[in-house]
């Protein structure tokens, strides 16, 4: 069973930046393609970046392409996520997904239902 633990969240000004960092254990992390998703009250999660489990290929969503930048690093079982020109749309509870994708070396993927591991989520809040 895979067991995500994000860390990094805070209160930032606007303009600020953050980098958010989500942990992995129970299963082997080079098997795993991993997302970034968002969840601001009275809205869907949504998906803010994605990242193939090679590392080699990544999706951005729109309102973040420019400002923030998904990374892992496999040899440490760790997915970041680089957040900067920060502006209050960017608050929300910001989560870590995972599906196993061992078959699919560069493959990312987009959508929620196709993931199968979440972290608990950590609370990003933007002060302008």
């Known amino acids: 069973q895979v067991q995500l633990v994000e860390s990094g969240g805070g209160l930032v000004q606007a303009g600020g930046s953050l980098r958010l960092s989500c942990a992995a254990s129970?299963?082997?992390?080079?098997?795993?393609?991993m997302g970034w998703f968002r969840q601001a009250p009275g809205k869907e999660r949504e998906l803010v970046a994605a990242?193939?489990?090679?590392?080699?290929?990544?999706y951005y969503g729109d309102s973040v392409k420019g400002r923030f930048t998904i990374s892992r690093d496999n040899a440490k079982n760790t997915l970041y996520l680089q957040m900067n020109s920060l502006n209050s749309e960017d608050t929300a509870v910001y989560y870590c997904?995972?599906?196993?994708?061992?078959?699919?070396?560069?493959?990312?993927?987009?959508?929620?239902?196709?993931?199968?591991?979440w972290g608990q989520g950590t609370q990003v809040t933007v002060s302008s």
């Open positions: 129970g299963l082997t992390f080079s098997n795993l393609a």
């Open positions: 990242i193939s489990r090679s590392g080699i290929s990544t």
């Open positions: 997904a995972a599906k196993l994708a061992w078959y699919k070396s560069n493959a990312y993927y987009t959508q929620t239902r196709e993931y199968g591991y």
